[in-house]
């Protein structure tokens, strides 16, 4: 499943100015501009984020070492009981970028860094990228979520609902009858 961005404009950095002599090195502190991503067809605000701290370090022939690290928050809803979650991300990762590499030989190699354009990073793009591995794909407010009730719909975190137990499968009928015998003695 693809991350997408949802932002109003891009931090862009110009990477040729590190091609001047192999070894050099910058440091950068980018704020982050994505206010909320996209994932499974479904939007999740970024509730808190700090600056992306970058490290570009030119390793010669056009080849860029890039450090970046990061933290930010996201709020996802409760696989359970839909209640918000905040969902804390620390982002600590490298990248390697060839700048001579055409978009069609980035492809080939399987490496496809759609956040560079000639020698333009797109900050935003390149975190969404990692965030697409860091994202969880099962969110619980807590590890014992009751989760709602199927039949009214009511958070049984907060208390039972009243609602009559019923066995999801008639065949089940009669082992349930025997359980709830059990929970009386």
Not at 37 to 60: A, C, D, F, N
Not at 74 to 80: G, Q, V
Not at 96 to 107: C, P, Q
Request: aromatic letters at 4%.
């Amino acid at each position: 499943t693809r991350v997408q961005p949802v932002r109003r404009s891009a931090m862009v950095i110009n990477m040729s100015e590190l091609f001047t002599v192999d070894g050099t090195v910058k440091t950068y502190e980018v704020p982050l501009e994505m206010s909320e991503v996209i994932w499974k067809r479904k939007k999740y605000p970024i509730v808190s984020k700090q600056p992306v701290e970058l490290r570009l370090t030119h390793e010669g022939d056009r080849k860029i070492a890039i450090t970046a690290k990061v933290s930010l928050v996201l709020e996802m809803p409760c696989d359970r009981c839909l209640d918000n979650v905040k969902v804390p991300m620390d982002l600590d990762f490298e990248r390697n970028v060839d700048a001579n590499a055409s978009a069609e030989e980035r492809i080939a190699q399987l490496d496809e860094q759609s956040y560079i354009d000639g020698y333009h990073l797109d900050v935003d793009g390149m975190v969404l990228d990692e965030m697409m591995t860091d994202i969880p794909d099962k969110v619980l407010c807590r590890e014992d979520c009751k989760g709602i009730c199927s039949q009214c719909g009511k958070n049984l975190n907060d208390g039972p609902c009243g609602c009559a137990e019923e066995p999801k499968d008639p065949r089940m009928a009669a082992i349930s009858d025997i359980f709830s015998k059990f929970k009386e003695v």
